[in-house]
């Protein structure tokens, strides 16, 4: 994904095997914000150490509640800072709530990146990150709830605290 001076946000997305000679597997971002909440980079490719995951060539990326791991040149990269919190990165990002650990996919070679039983990344996330269903996606009539589902369908949070990534866990 490329963005250009305008703002755009990713909730509950997966960035998988993207590959690009530039700059940015997942996402380059040359302007305006990013905003990414619960999502997973995992496969993606760049030539060199330019972002496998994100690159950020201004200020104004902020990533919450997200895996960046297993991505070719580094989960970041580019000019700009983002700021990280509460998410899983690959080589350490400092931020509050970030970890460093294998986060456990249940199959990443064949594109399955939800979480395995034991994964650092359950219930380790923000809720306060979370973003309001606007879109009323569990048809409920309320919008301002926080986001319900995650990427499947499923509810977003279990146990009381979200999970890091675009799948909340059952367990």
Known sequence: MNNFDSNAVFVNCRFLGNSTTNSGGGIRTSGGSVVVTNCTFAGNSTFGSNGGGIASLTNGTIVTNSILWGNTGGAFGGSGVPVVSFSNVE???????????????????????????????????????????????DDNGDTDEALPLDLDGNARVINDIVDMGAHESSQ
């Open 91 to 137: 080589g350490g990002f400092n931020g509050t709530g970030n970890i460093n650990a294998d986060p456990l996919f249940a199959n990443q070679a064949n594109g399955d990146v939800r979480l395995s039983p034991g994964s650092p990344c359950i219930d380790v996330g923000s809720n306060d990150a979370l973003p309001s269903d606007l879109a009323d996606l």
